[in-house]
């Protein structure tokens, strides 16, 4: 007989990005829900990756990560963000953003310790804090500019405050922090034990001249905080899973504790084909903001012909769109319509909020050859 388990996530179903793909793949409708590229990697990566696999390593990176990996991180956050990580003991390479992100929540948060977190938040967040016995803080960002509520966050802080997780540019709304929303976040946290984990993903996609403000140009903030990015938003190579988390020395400790034991490290030939692509191509990730400000803008463009509502776009590559014009369907509803009856698959952004919040928005991923994007309006103008 099986035993029976009491679920430790009983509100968790399937992650809304592995929902809406298997529904797009069964109606075969156009992919613009989970956040993936239909392009391919630069050939400069592939080259390196295919010759590491042939000549290199087959056996165990080091923990921590290659150490020509970890150099190679280092000297781009300090090139971009002007920090110095030492590369042995305050960088660490991970599968991914997903298992950086939940292993610096294990390694910071106890049960009953309260993580703030702002929503429309990413699905992963609230179920590693959970897991971790935490409880979920969520303070919601003001509709439709989605910026934050400095006033009600402040409310929201106890002595229990144990973390802090922000997203810059925000996925899925694609706004991205301001120098004084910096401020009020230092204001806030200035003479207290609170962490910050920075999921930084989309650095590399910021547009109309923005700069990306990393928690790493702050020192008063990177010395408390987790910074994490991931490759495969910026390589193109999401598949790969890899990732890594810059933070001081005495919280990488304490996450390495973890890590070691959640993964141990990381697929070797990836890390040393990324290494030798860093170094060859530093510019391939300072271009990534202009290519994707290009595809916003041939997107939106696109999509003025159409009955959607465009919110704007500051940063990654999402758009989110209002669809009151259209339908007063909820967005759950009005997602599957879209994906089944008119083959175009988006991810309705309630989705992203813990009460389920639904201002009838859907997000669309503009992280497509110019034949998908012209393919999807076909089908959208249908609408
Ligand atoms: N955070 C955000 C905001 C994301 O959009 C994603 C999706 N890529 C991740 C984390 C997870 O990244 P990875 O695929 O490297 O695990
Ligand atoms: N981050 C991607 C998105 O927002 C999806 C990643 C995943 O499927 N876990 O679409």
Redesign the pocket.
Known sequence: MTPQLESRLPHVGTTI?TVMSQLANAHRAINLSQ??PDFSPPAGLIERMVHHVQHSNQQYAPMAGAPILREAIAEKVERLYGRSYHPDTEVTV????????TTAITACVRPGDEVIVFAPV?D?YAPAIELNGGKVISSTLQFPSYQPNWQEVRTLISPRTRMIIL?TP???TGTVWSSDDMQALSDLVKDTNIILLA?E??EHMSFDGAKHLSLARYPDLAERAFV?S????TYHV?GW???YCVAPAELMKEFRKSHQFITFCIHHPSQLALADFMRHEPEFADTLSAFYQEKRDGFRALMKETKFELLPCAG?YFQLARYTQISDESDQDFARRMTMQYGVAVIPVSAFYPEGDDHHVVRFCFAKNQSTMDAALERLLKI
């Open positions: 990005f956040g993936f991970t599968a991914g953003a997903t298992q950086a992100l990413y992963s997203n925000h996925n899925p999921d993903v989309y994490v991931s490759f495969g938003k999401t899973k890899i990732a990654t």
